[in-house]
């Protein structure tokens, strides 16, 4: 079955450090893949997509993502945290049948 | 360019009522709606895929003479959560769809509904 799956629902980074976001999915055919970010009682707003390409996608606001196929993933990095990063990650993808499917989301958290 | 405007961003209503929600695409057309509820702390679940001038498509388990989907038009498609009752409170948001180098998908702001 062709799912999507984030590892880690909860992930904290001091302010200043990598932020790293895992995402995986699972289809014969790569996806379109998407990270989307939302902030409390706000839509989705989207950082970045794979289409066909490059498979280092930059996105706003400093993040960045890399398609490997070998591993099924699209993993969402910064480089250093900032404290407005912190908010709701979504990791979607486009299977060829018109909708989005979603991971489960990761919450991320910034330690000052 | 590619925005969607959600109203009303919050609404109160009292158990029984109707209330509607509007999604507007503001500088395309939206052939493809998708409609969405999210509870707390969770992901987004598709209740329904509407494309303009049909019918919309329902997941299962969403109940369609419950949730009233309307998309009359390549601009506008509309929500109504009709007979509400507590358990319908929830955040409701719509998508849609369109085509820039690919597949894209553009989100509304968002409503929350609470029903008392």
């Known amino acids: 079955a062709q799912s999507v799956t984030q590892l880690g629902s909860h992930v904290s980074v001091s302010e200043g450090a990598l932020v790293l976001l895992r995402c995986n999915y699972s289809?014969?055919?790569?996806?379109?893949l998407f990270w989307y970010v939302q902030y409390p009682n706000q839509g989705l707003q989207l950082l970045l997509k794979y289409t066909t390409g490059a498979t280092l996608v930059k996105g706003i606001n400093g993040f960045e993502a890399e398609f490997k196929k070998s591993e099924t993933s699209f993993h969402l990095t910064k480089p250093s945290a900032h404290m407005s990063d912190a908010a709701e990650y979504f990791c979607a993808a486009h299977f060829g049948n018109e909708k989005l499917t979603f991971g489960t989301g990761t919450r991320l958290t910034i330690i000052p | 360019g590619a925005v969607v405007s959600q109203h009303p961003s919050w609404v109160i209503c009292k158990s029984g009522t109707s209330v509607k929600i509007e999604c507007r695409s503001l500088d395309f057309q939206a052939t493809t709606m998708f409609w969405y509820r999210q509870f707390p702390k969770q992901s987004l679940m598709l209740m329904a895929t509407s494309n303009e001038g049909s019918k919309a498509t329902y997941e299962q388990g969403v109940e369609k003479d419950k949730f009233l989907i309307n998309h009359a038009s390549l601009t506008l498609s509309t929500l109504t959560v009709t007979s509400a009752h507590p358990e319908d409170s929830s955040f409701y948001i719509c998508s849609a769809g369109y085509r820039d180098r690919g597949p894209g998908y553009t989100f509304g702001s968002g409503t929350r509904l609470t029903v008392v």
């Open positions: 289809s014969s055919v790569p996806p379109y």
